[in-house]
């Protein structure tokens, strides 16, 4: 709530009268629209929200195969939240995988193990059952849209992508 009446405040400050000298202005907007994504990408908000030709959309039970570094696709949730199927291959853990889950509601909640929880009937949101499928849910995004991003490796985790990871919404 603070962030917000920040931001009318800051809107405010630009609209209230007419700047004569339109260079200070248009640095002043610079900065503006700087502080606005810095905002927004410390909330944890992602443009493809808002933008659906950012990522991929999700049907019920389709499954996807993650063929990329890194792929982005949106679902939009019914009244029991998100339920999945997560396969990974059986060379995890000595290959990357990572899968993150986030809320295009704000806060722009993360899905994790701790905060907005995800019960898995094996494995857990971080602990990837390797070589099977975990079924898992989250219930708290209920009536939303979500972003899923399947990355296949990074930096921090192994550099080898496994040879398969599979992801699929279902009812």
């Known amino acids: 709530m603070k962030q917000w009446i920040l931001l009318l405040l800051l809107i405010l400050s630009f609209l209230s009268c007419e700047d004569p000298e339109k260079e200070s202005r248009s640095n002043a907007e610079g900065f ?5 994504e810095t905002l927004f990408r410390s909330s944890g908000y992602d443009s493809a929200c808002d933008n659906e030709s950012l990522s991929t959309p999700l049907t019920l039970s389709s499954p996807v ?6 792929k982005r696709y949106r679902f939009t949730t019914g009244s029991s939240g998100l339920k999945y199927n997560f396969s990974v291959s059986s060379d995890y853990p000595t290959c990357g995988v990572i899968i993150d889950i986030r809320s295009c509601r704000p806060p722009y909640s993360f899905a994790s193990d701790s905060g907005i929880v995800v019960s ?3 494995g857990g949101y971080r602990n990837y059952v390797s070589g099977g ?3 898992c ?10 972003l899923v991003y399947l990355i296949s490796a990074s930096s921090s985790y192994p550099t080898t992508p496994c040879t398969t990871v599979q992801f699929e919404v279902i009812p």
């Open 32 to 36: 503006f629209v700087i502080w606005f």
């Open 65 to 70: 195969l993650s063929s990329s570094v890194q």
């Open 120 to 122: 898995c009937n094996s």
């Open 133 to 135: 499928t975990q079924t």
């Open 137 to 146: 849910q989250i219930s708290n995004f209920s009536n939303q849209v979500v």
